[in-house]
């Protein structure tokens, strides 16, 4: 059965968790909410407290049709109230018309379980349930009984989650994987990242509704305008936003302070004050220059990244790091500033160049080197394959790096593993003059630390070739250009900022889902032999 899509003009965030009991409902509802900043609401709680009587007594007095009849009542009321997460009951959605209604408002996800696992849940567990409490069956008969009878309904479900070995932090993981739902805290304020494909149009109500009010500045390049500004800025008109364009000039050998200086005078000219909001539409070059920008402008002003490259949507757009290059080396400039919203669609990648498409590639392999092997099998798959579940990749491959940044927003520690084939990376693309992509330069990077790794008893033996591989089955370059002289890449990497102590710092792969950092090498010359 295809679920009716959710309706454009339903204010705020609705998410119903749904399942037979012993899914995990009420166990992962709490967390879930506040891992995402929205209240909670137990269904069968709301049910209690509203018509002060306990759902046994509801059921003894009234059957289960009369119980359905409040269970109804209470839903439309308890979903009046938008930015919840509601754990329903195991039977609410079974009524068509409520479905139809859950999944216009809202985002529902299914929970389910091994019968093993429900029913030692159920076993530990003091919620009343008369469904499957009745004296003459066991719990055992009467579980398995629900679950035939539901057995096409549960499966029916669009989103769904076996939470049969999940804990209740991995299922909120997956959930939000789902959902394309995060809330990133950590650098003293938080901001939501939602993914939703196709939804550049609602940019100007998401940035009302999180309260940005002040004048807006679009910065994009002028490949990304030709594309995507008309809609972004038309989106700002319609919630009666006084928005301005600022295009600036494509790649990243215009990432530099004089661009910076371009975009403070074009903030001036539109007029953006502290109530001001900048938008960052674009790939890593723009979202770097125009976050550094806001950074910078009257002390910081807001800002809000849309990125449009598969790399800026896994990768530069998260973490709140800005910058821009000097000509002495990438990013030497640069300031933690958290944006207020990124707002992700990954419809707008289908634009994109296969080669800008390839280049980002490299950082969701490394996220899957990082810590999702999963991710990384279906890197190993080719190119179909991540292109045929392009936003669930997407979506997975940021979970990684929000993980990462939640941990360590300001990289004094494990953010560093974010780093994995940046060193070399950063040195490729210097001495290049940035004729090489940032992701392939990145892939290089990454062949590099695996073999460094496996040469030094770190990584575990074929890890090198195993990344090689995947790299170069999604057309990445493994093998360094031979125009590339090694002792200008030793000269460079020397001052790559992460270096401590006079050499770089490595992060270094153990296995694919383990990276170490702060791995100091004492020899650049084996970073350069690939
Ligand atoms: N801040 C961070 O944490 C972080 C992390 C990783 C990378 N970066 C930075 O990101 C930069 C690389 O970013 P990038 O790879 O996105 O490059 P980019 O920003 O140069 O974009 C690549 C090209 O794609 C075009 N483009 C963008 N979106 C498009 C779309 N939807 N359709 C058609 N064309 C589109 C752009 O105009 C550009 O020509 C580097 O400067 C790197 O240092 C930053």
């Known amino acids: ?45 709301f049910i209690v407290a509203r018509y002060a009587k306990s759902i046994p007594e509801i059921f003894k007095d009234e059957g289960e049709a009369g119980f359905r009849l409040k269970e109804q009542a209470a839903f439309i009321e308890c979903t009046k109230q938008v930015n919840s997460v509601v754990a329903l009951g195991g039977g609410t959605l079974l009524d068509p018309e409520i479905r139809d209604q859950a999944a216009r408002r809202g985002n529902i996800i299914c929970l389910d379980a ?13 919620i009343p349930r008369p469904l499957i409490s009745d004296p003459f069956k066991t719990q055992e008969t009467m579980l398995l009984d629900l679950l035939e009878n539901r057995k096409e309904h549960y499966a029916s479900f669009q989103k769904k989650i076996d939470t049969t070995t999940l804990a209740v932090e991995e299922i909120v993981c997956q959930a939000q ?23 550049l149009h609602k940019i100007g109500s998401n940035i009302n509704q999180r309260k940005l009010h002040g004048p807006v500045a679009v910065v994009c390049d002028q490949v990304v305008s030709r594309w995507y500004l008309e809609p972004v800025l038309e989106s700002l008109e319609k919630e009666n936003f006084h928005a301005e364009a600022v295009i600036i000039p494509t790649g990243e050998v215009y990432k530099n302070i004089d661009t910076v200086i371009s975009l403070w005078n074009s903030f001036v000219k539109a007029g953006i004050d502290r109530s001001g909001t900048i938008i960052a539409l674009g790939g890593g070059v723009v979202n770097d220059l125009t976050g550094f920008a806001a950074a910078t402008y009257l002390r910081g002003v807001k800002w809000v990244a849309i990125p449009t490259t598969l790399l800026s949507m896994v990768d530069a757009s998260l973490g709140g790091k800005t910058g821009a290059d000097l000509p002495a080396g ?83 520690g ?25 992701g392939e ?12 790794s496996e040469f030094n008893g770190i990584g575990e033996i074929g890890i090198a070739n195993n990344i090689r591989s995947v790299l170069a089955i999604n057309h990445l370059p493994t093998d360094l250009p031979e125009m590339i002289d090694k002792n200008d890449l030793c000269a460079a990497m020397m001052l790559d900022k992460k270096r401590r102590s006079g050499m770089p710092n490595l992060a270094l792969p153990k296995r694919i889902g383990e990276v170490v950092w702060g791995y100091e090498l004492t020899d650049l010359r084996l970073l350069t032999d690939l």
């Open 441 to 452: 330069a990145v892939a290089l990077g990454l062949v590099a630390a695996a073999k460094v």
């Open 177 to 199: 994987i789902l959902l394309g739902m995060f809330t990133i805290r950590g650098m003293g304020s938080e901001y939501d990242v939602r993914v939703i494909s196709d939804s």
């Open 1 to 45: 059965m295809l679920e009716p899509t959710r309706d454009d003009s339903t204010e705020g965030e609705l998410i119903f968790l749904y399942g037979p009991p012993g899914s995990g409902k009420s166990s992962v509802g709490p967390v879930l909410a506040k891992s995402l900043s929205l209240s909670y609401i137990d269904l069968d709680k």
């Open 114 to 126: 091994n019968v093993e696992t429900l029913l030692n849940r159920l076993r530990i567990s003091s």
């Open 330 to 412: 990438k990013n030497l400039i640069g300031a933690f500033h958290a944006p207020s919203l990124v707002w992700v669609d990954p419809a707008v990648i289908k634009t994109l160049a296969k080669e800008e498409f390839i280049s980002g590639l490299a950082e969701v392999i490394k996220h899957g080197i990082i810590s999702d092997p999963r991710l990384y099998a279906i890197c190993q798959s080719g190119l179909d394959s991540i292109v045929a579940d392009l936003e669930g990749v997407v979506k997975r491959a940021m979970a990684v790096k929000i993980r990462i940044i939640q941990e360590d927003p300001f990289e004094r």
């Open 414 to 438: 494990k953010r560093a593993v974010l780093n994995l084939g940046h060193t070399l990376g950063h040195a490729i693309e210097k001495v290049t003059n940035y004729q090489i992509r940032h």
